[in-house]
């Protein structure tokens, strides 16, 4: 019995030794060499990514997608690299320029079911005799927020290895995470320049000076009524000016929109009819700061420019669910939709030529613009409008969005 | 039965509720006032609408069903459904309306940042829901088959099928004012008749509630059962009846003693004697716990305190309710007292949770003001039925489109109300044996072990993780969850496991507490990294903030 325990202890102290010496051996090796082999891989894999991934940040297009193919192709060590964006083929390097076809329809495919999948001889056939590729792996590119971009093909001679399957797919996660970036460089972009939009369109020079002779023109005929459109003009400016905060109440935007409302129809008299429907619930929901001014802006302007008579503009915010429902309506000349659209691309390019209306774009664009990026793509404005018969523009607001809060 | 002024009084009651719904906005609100329309709802109003929407068929009807029963020990049950409100005020109401959320889920994902329990807090509220939407149906089941003499899935179908349509619609978008309405068509419902009732106890030389030689039947009644129950009669027999059986009672003959219910004076007056049995104390501890701390869990309430302004709104709301609800609760209990002087033969059909809707006729006689009263009670029994289903409704088809069926479009939002209106609907055709306020009492136990112990811990304590949450909210929660669905399909049980399981709260709420600190202390890394930023948000004064 004691033989035996001490045999055991013997047997257990002699393996742990063993692999203690092991242990050792291995961290001092790991020590010794500045390249060894482990090392030179290491530096070759990354040096090749890093090569692959300055195309790769200027987003998915076939100038990029080409440089990148090359560097992608070596790391991957397959015969043909392929890559797609959501509808076409964008590049192609090495073997499989003849299956092009069959590569795009099975990256839509990959795109569309967001797997990866694997094409064996049977769904790569052609007629060439000499034709040496045997098989392929496709795997989803995804960018930012999980969205699938586009799909990267390797080509291979054989059927596919598991580590050549392996090796597709981590390096379509990398790509991915390469464009996610890119993505989000533009975006950040996006931001910038909306930002410096909405400092432009907060408060437009011609309403200061339309609203400077308005109250002129009470000075000596009603002293009362200009003192009290001076301080209305006042807090407007206080409020449009503020320096804090990206998000306000609904609240407090309408509160800022009865004033400019006050002064406007002190300008206009009897020709500006406002109709108001809110819903008290809705009240304390937060959005963006001076998201709704510029669209009464917007539908005062269009509702009585170049129209004879009155000219009516309804604001209504009604509760609906976890959402807020907002439109601001004008009975207006109205546009036509294209012109809308046209003026809105052009803007969102770059300078934005002033043409007939140009606050009329800006205001809207920006708006639009700053919804989608706080509340994202799905809360943009609709306008509905044709010539002759109005505009309607409508927001969905959600009562809580992660992030979004009143005063901050 | 068929009094024809109940139906009318049903439909008009309908009617005003959809028309009010869909019109309401507009007949408001239509004005170039801007002082007018951008002022925020009132604390007083916003209550009232939280009273209405609060007060369901569970409060209109089964309160003073329950009282005839049992008598004093289920007291607690109107206590702890006004109290509930003292809990949240203290705990709950203000930091919650600085956090800027809108539902449970939200406050899940604002203060733990986390997907997952998002989805599992998703889960929790609509099984509340449902389970708060059971009773309803169930209580307008009753209502039209007493009243109107339809059979029981009539009332449930209808009123399914109204409120569906309605919220599908677009009406009942929670509409302050309609509910706060609501709340006031409730409150004179109950309170006329018991005025009337009052005067006319006070004419019959007030008879007690409990003689001393037992009840009698005041007129000469036939009694049809409903349920099978053991019944002593005056001379010491005893007789099994079963439900269909008919038994005729003359006038001044003696009530039958009926097994399961609270019979004799000192039964009916007094709390059960706990000296012999801990079950009884253990069952009203539960009940206690439950309701306290339940309300601040159910859905439909807490997305109304959105619409207050700021936390101090919030608070004085909270303060407005708990004085509102508490007077509406008095009224229950005056109808259970007398329903044992004037209806005592619903002890022996067991459908004690229509001594509401009954008792003006039967103490009053079927004259026309009996009849006017028993409609009106039934208008408001509607009311309650109504408002509270759509509350109900809306947020569990809100949560059930965003969360469920992804970003909600308004097809969405109608498909999401006709799966969260067919699946209570269909619970409520099968279940009509149980106590409509007992039903009830499970929804709060739910509420009060999953999403109490989160509300509170993630207001009040930093160290919350979301570990921490989920394992709570999974092994308290779902305890209550087990034990309502054996108790609503499971075998008939006796003994400890039987109030164990009956009145959950008392030992599933410690427990889902304890879970959520243990396993948030093992799991303090993953702690949110900007806790301190919201709990300033939570917990700083409004004033501060702009």
Redesign the interface.
Known sequence: MGGNISAVIGVFSLVSVLAGALFAVGRLRGRRGIATPGQRATYEVLHTAGLAAEPLRAGLNPAGAAKAARHLRTLVGAEGLALTDTDDLLALDGRGAHHRDQLRTAARRVIASERSTVLGEAELTCDRIDCPVRGAVVAPLGGASGRITGALVAVTDGAPAPGLVQATLETAHWAGSQLALAELDSSRERLARAEVRALRAQISPHFIYNALTAIGSFVRTDPERARELILEFAEFTRYSFRAHGEFT?L?EE??S??RY?TIERARFGDRL?????????V??V?LPFLCLQPLVENAVRHGLSRKPGTGMVSIEA??????CHITVEDDGVGMDPATLTAGIAELAGSTGDPGDDPGQHVGLSNVDERLRSVF?D?FGLVVETGVGSGTKVSMRVP??H?G????S | MGNDLVVPAIVAVTLVTVAIGFYGLRLARTTSDFLVASRVVSPTWNAAAIGGEYLSAASFLGVAGLILKYGVDVLWYPVGFAAGYLALLLFVAAPLRRSGAFTLPDFCELRLGSRRLRTLATVFVIFIGWLYLVPQLQGAGLTLATLAGSPYPVGALVVAAVVTANVALGGMRAVTFVQAFQYWLKLTALAVPAIFLALQWQSDGRPAVTPPDGATFRTATTVVVEQQAVLTLADGQTLEVRPGDELSFAEGEPVPEVSGVANGATDWLLPSDAGSDDRGLFGTYSLILATFLGTMGLPHVLVRFYTNPDGAAARRTTLVVLALVGVFYLLPTIYGVLGRIYTPQLLITGQTDAVVVLLPEAALGAGTTGRLLAALVAAGAFAAFLSTSSGLLTSVAGVISTDVLGRGSVRGFRLATVIAGVVPTVLALNVSGLDVSQVVGLAFAVAASSFCPLLVLGIWWRGLTDAGAAAGILVGGGAAVTSVLITVLGPAMTGWPATLIAQPAAWTVPLAFTVMIAVSLATRRRAPADIGRTMLRLHAPDALRS
């Open positions: 109440t609240a309408l509160r929109i009865d409302l009819q406002v109709r108001l429907q809110i819903a008290p619930e009240l304390p937060t009604r509760d609906a669910g976890a959402e994202g799905g009562k809580f992660p979004v809060r009143a005063g």
